[in-house]
């Protein structure tokens, strides 16, 4: 398996993970709390949505980062 593949992988990966978290912000300010008992696993409310908000900011910018190297062609290599 080459680089660009493994990063295309994990850049697909993000995106679906980014998806999803982003569906489980809540535009009322609930967030997690919505769900009702998923976020018993916290300590409290404000816990599940900071770590919410840093898994999303995490992988925001994972998945940024993954589209900038492999748009810009850096990772192939020069003929010649």
Same mark, same amino acid.
């Given at each position: ?33 919505? !769900? ?6 916290? %300590?409290?409310?404000? *816990? $599940? ?5 840093? &898994?999303?900011?995490? !992988? ?6 993954? %589209?900038?190297?492999? *748009? $810009? ?5 020069? &003929?010649?």
């Amino acid at each position: 398996m080459t680089l660009i593949t493994l990063l295309n992988i994990i850049w697909t990966v993000s995106a679906v993970g980014l998806t999803i978290l982003v569906i489980l912000h809540s535009p009322k300010g609930d967030g997690l709390g919505a !769900l009702g008992g998923q976020a018993q696993m916290f %300590t409290s409310t404000k *816990s $599940a949505e900071i770590t919410l908000n840093r &898994a999303t900011w995490t !992988l925001t910018v994972l998945f940024m980062g993954l %589209t900038v190297i492999l *748009s $810009a062609g850096w990772l192939t290599p020069v &003929a010649g």
